[in-house]
C-alpha cells in the first residue's frame, strides 16, 4: 500500500469526502423503530405508525444535519514552532466556516498519536484546532493523517473525514543538561 502525498493549501471536505455511519445509539435506535413498527404492524395501531414513522423522520433529519456539520468546511495547515526531541510538537489546524450556521462539536484527531481536540466553529468564521504530537527524535516530523469527526445534533450518527495537510515541524536534538 503507497502513502498518499500530503495535501498543500486549502482542504475543502466536499460531501463526497464526508463518510457516515449509525453509532452505537443510533443502532439501538434504529432497532426500536424496527420493533416499533412490528408491533404497529401486527396490532393494527394508527398511532404506533405514526410514532414509528414520526421519530424515523427525526432520525433522518440528524443524519442530514450530521452530514452537513462537516461538508464544505475548509482546513487548512499553520505554523509549527521547532521543538526539542522528547518534547510534543504543536501543530495549529484552521478551520474555516463560509456557511451561515455553526458548526459545533468537531472533534480533529491526530491518528498517529491519539492527540485531539474538540473544536467549535462559528457562522463565517474560523477556528484553530492544536494537536500535540510527540516529537521523539530529531530531524523534521510530518503531521500525517488526521481524522475530523462529528456526531452533532443528536448522536445517532458518526460523520468523519481524513486530511493529510503538508505540514512539518523541526525537531532539534535534545540539549544536554
Known sequence: MTALPAERGEIVLGHRRVYIVPSRIGLLFGGTLAILLVGSINYALSLGFALTFLLAGMGIAGMVQTTRNLGRLSVRAGRSDPV??????????????????????????????????????????????????????????????????????????????????????????????
Open 84 to 177: 526539542f526531541a522528547g518534547d510534543a510538537a504543536r501543530f495549529r489546524l484552521g478551520m474555516a466556516n463560509a456557511g451561515d450556521f455553526d458548526r459545533p462539536e468537531i472533534l480533529v484527531r491526530h491518528l498517529g498519536s491519539g492527540a485531539q481536540q474538540t473544536v467549535d466553529v462559528a457562522a463565517t468564521a474560523s477556528a484553530v484546532a492544536v494537536l500535540e504530537v510527540p516529537a521523539p527524535r530529531r530531524g523534521w516530523l510530518l503531521l500525517g493523517r488526521v481524522m475530523l469527526e462529528t456526531r452533532f445534533p443528536v448522536g445517532l450518527f458518526r460523520a468523519w473525514s481524513t486530511v493529510e495537510p503538508d505540514s512539518r515541524c523541526l525537531v532539534y536534538p535534545r540539549p544536554e543538561t
